[in-house]
C-alpha cells in the first residue's frame, strides 16, 4: 500500500551534520503528517520531529534548535537536517507517514524500515 524508504544515515563526528530523506511511494491518495522517530539501544522509540501536510513543525526538546524537519508535497518526500550533532544522537531513524491509500481509502500509519546515524569520534 505504502513504502517508505529512508536514506542519508551514516557515521559523522560530534558537531557535524547529515540529512535524512524518506521517500513515500504506493497507492497514495493523501499523506497527512509526516515525522521522524529514532530508537537508541535499550529505549523506547521516541518522536523527533513531525510536520503537517501544511508545514506546521513539532520537535522535541532535546533536537530543537539543531534539527531542522522540511517535506516537498509534490515528491511524497520528509527530510530531517540535522547540525550539530551529539553521541546521544546515535540510534536507528524510522520515518512514518499517516496516509490514506487508493484502497482502503482510510487513513493509516506507516513505518519506514529505518537508517542508523551514528555520531562517534
Known amino acids: 500500500q505504502v513504502q517508505l524508504v529512508e536514506s542519508g544515515g551514516g557515521l559523522v563526528q560530534p558537531g557535524g551534520s547529515l540529512r535524512l530523506s524518506c521517500v513515500a511511494s504506493?497507492?497514495?491518495?493523501?499523506?497527512?503528517?509526516m515525522g521522524w522517530y529514532r530508537q537508541a539501544p535499550g529505549k523506547e522509540r521516541e518522536l523527533v520531529a513531525i510536520?503537517?501536510?501544511?508545514?506546521?513543525?513539532n520537535y522535541a526538546d532535546p533536537v530543537k534548535g539543531r534539527f531542522t524537519i522540511s517535506r516537498d508535497n509534490a515528491k511524497n518526500t520528509v527530510y530531517l537536517q540535522m547540525n550539530s550533532l551529539k553521541p546521544e544522537d546515535t540510534a536507528v531513524y524510522y520515518c512514518?507517514?499517516?496516509?490514506?491509500?487508493?484502497?482502503?481509502?482510510?487513513?493509516?500509519?506507516?513505518w519506514g524500515q529505518g537508517t542508523q546515524v551514528t555520531v562517534s569520534s
Open positions: 510536520i503537517s501536510s501544511g508545514g506546521t513543525t
Open positions: 512514518k507517514a499517516n496516509a490514506r491509500t487508493w484502497s482502503t481509502l482510510r487513513n493509516s500509519d506507516y
Open positions: 504506493g497507492t497514495i491518495l493523501s499523506i497527512n503528517d
